[in-house]
């Protein structure tokens, strides 16, 4: 079973969107999705009420995921780290193990725009827009996985 871990600033908007879309996509596959940040403003708290939504609103549930933090020893439980943004990424290889191998990549990589941040709601208000961008992350990851 592929693990993934799906990451940005405060696991509110973007992490929790991309694991929860990518869940809904996935179907019956064996994959194993969860969502971090690397802030430590929003630990046990729900998705932001307008990206639930938002979400909602296009038949992904939410509801069940809460905030935590991206910590080193993600990289030993998960085959695939995700970054939403140059600056996530920047702050996941921060705390990167010697030695470790596990791949860290930007979301967009599995879109025909590779190198675009995924933009963040909190921030723009524009949740519908992420959330197009998600749904396109997460159908060229799944596209990409082993079946």
């Known amino acids: 079973m592929t693990s993934i871990l ?27 999705l969860d969502s971090a940040g690397t802030g430590r403003w929003h630990i046990g708290e729900p998705p932001y009420g307008p990206m639930q939504r938002a979400a909602k609103a296009r038949g992904y549930d939410l509801s069940d995921l809460r905030a935590r933090l991206f910590t080193a020893a993600d990289f030993d439980r ?12 920047t702050d996941i290889e921060s705390l990167r193990p010697a030695g470790n191998q596990t791949p860290v990549k930007l979301f967009s990589e599995y879109s025909k725009r590779p190198g675009t941040d995924v933009p963040d709601p909190y921030y723009t208000r524009e949740f519908d827009k992420t ?17």
């Open 6 to 32: 799906f990451v940005c600033l405060g696991n509110i908007c973007r992490s929790p969107s991309a694991e929860g879309v990518t869940r809904a996509l996935a179907g019956n596959r064996a994959l194993s």
């Open 131 to 147: 959330l197009d961008m998600v749904e396109v992350c997460a159908k060229g990851l799944l596209a990409a996985l082993p079946v």
């Open 78 to 89: 998960f085959d695939l780290i995700i970054g939403m943004d140059r600056d996530n990424i």
